[in-house]
């Protein structure tokens, strides 16, 4: 019997599981993305602020003994799902040509593009704004850093101005942007403040969010205590900001007017790939744009039946009557689930439907401190201790696992080596 093609769109945290598991002696299995890694996005600010290589915050898609994946450097621009052919642009710059589109046939078909950062179209925001999805996301933010503390070390400026520069504003008061908050503060009092004594006191840390509390996911005494420790440790937290426009070097807010920066983070939510709108599928009437699926997955067409050879998983979709955060713990639970059951012979695929599991929700609020939400909630140095843990289950090889640690253990020794780059 012939193989099936497999095409699986999207390198994200869904589509790693069947890029590393699914049968090749059933299937060819051809991935289109972007992004020829999975990128451990909880991993990222860790990275950034020296606690590893950035190397160790990826993880590669091709495998020595997986030689039968073909990858396709490229982004899904349209994807007919009654012809099942999809049409890519190369993401790769071809030396002697204009890049030119190609496109793929498939039999079945995992969408997982993912989601883009949701700026909320604010005039300035994407061209001034650090963002943190990818490493080179954390390479960026690393070397913005070490340019700011370099320029405020200038013998000509004032302290005014100096504070100016050593301003960091982060936009964005979910895990994302507290644990980056957490991490630039522990960077700062654990390693850079002994290199840069002539700054200390200088260095501040402000946090804007439209929401009128930081952490929302989680239950309302953690959130207020995140919101009091960082208090504690001087983090500014500006509530219910509402941002109007960015420049190089300030926010412009409704509520403060100008605010100047030397580094801005923008960590919001997420917004709809562009590859969505042109699919011509199921999606919910309100809310962030997904394809919406039935319990096993399946792509739904406009009229709610399902199509047999599209699945769609990750943050680009939810399934239908059961609608679930845009996690990397979701998205991972349905690629694993996924993988398995196109592995099982087909007349036995599909007859378990997809089932989350509730896993407790973490964040870093800096010095040895953390909260965890869920079914046993809890704070301080124990909260503190899951989130490293956890931040170990997320790597997917145990090579990646051991040279963490060891990464851990040496900044913890010698201290952060950011300084030395």
């Known amino acids: 019997m012939s193989k099936q093609t497999l095409a699986i769109v999207g390198s994200g945290w869904a589509a790693f599981p069947l890029t590393q598991s699914i049968n090749l002696s059933r ?15 909880p991993l990222l600010a860790s990275a950034a602020c020296g606690l590893f290589d950035f190397r160790l915050a990826e993880e590669p898609i091709r495998r020595q003994h997986r030689t039968a994946l073909q990858y396709y450097k490229a982004a899904a621009e ?26 793929v046939e498939y039999d079945k078909i995992v969408l997982a593009p993912g989601c883009e950062i949701q700026t909320f179209n604010t005039p300035g925001a994407k061209e001034h704004a650090l963002f943190l999805r990818t490493t080179n996301d954390a390479r960026i933010l690393q070397q913005r850093l070490l340019q700011m503390l370099d320029a405020a070390s200038l013998p000509s400026l004032t302290e005014e101005q100096q504070r ?3 301003h960091i504003r982060i936009v964005g008061g979910g895990a994302i942007g507290i644990e980056a908050t957490a991490e630039l503060f522990d960077l700062w009092h654990e390693s850079m403040r002994h290199l840069y004594p ?28 995140a919101m009091q420790r960082l208090k504690e440790r001087k983090v ?29 983070l923008w960590a919001t ?77 087909e007349s036995e695929q599909l007859k378990q439907p997809y089932d989350y599991k509730s896993v407790p929700t973490l964040a870093y609020i800096g010095a040895h401190d953390g ?51």
């Open 27 to 41: 299937y060819n299995v051809k991935v289109i993305s972007p992004t020829r890694t999975l990128q451990y996005t």
């Open 78 to 103: 349209s994807v007919d799902l009654q012809k099942q052919v999809i049409t890519c642009m190369p993401s790769v710059e071809d030396l002697s040509r204009a890049p030119k589109p190609f496109h």
């Open 164 to 166: 100016e520069i050593l």
């Open 198 to 225: 002539h700054l200390d006191g200088k260095v501040q840390i402000s946090i804007h969010d439209v929401a009128p509390q930081l952490l929302t996911t989680f239950d309302q005494s953690l959130s207020q205590y």
């Open 236 to 264: 500014g937290m500006k509530m219910s900001s509402h941002i109007e426009r960015v420049e190089q070097d300030a926010i412009y807010t409704k509520e403060d007017g100008r605010s100047p920066y030397g580094m801005l």
């Open 269 to 345: 939510g997420n917004k709809a790939s562009p590859l969505l709108e042109k699919l011509d599928v199921k999606k919910p009437e309100h809310g962030l744009p997904r394809i919406l699926t039935d319990k096993y997955l399946r792509v739904l067409r406009p009229d709610g039946t399902p199509l047999d050879s599209a699945f769609a998983l990750g943050d680009a979709a939810d399934v239908e009557g059961q609608s679930l955060p845009t996690l990397a713990s979701v998205a991972l639970q349905k690629g694993e689930y996924l993988t398995n059951e196109l592995n099982k012979p």
């Open 371 to 421: 909260v965890i939400g869920g079914p046993s909630e809890a704070r301080g140095e124990k909260a503190w201790l899951a989130w490293r843990s956890g931040s170990l289950a997320w790597t997917r090889s145990w090579r990646r696992k051991l040279m963490i640690t060891i990464s851990w253990f040496f900044a913890w020794l010698n201290g952060r080596d950011i300084s030395r780059r």
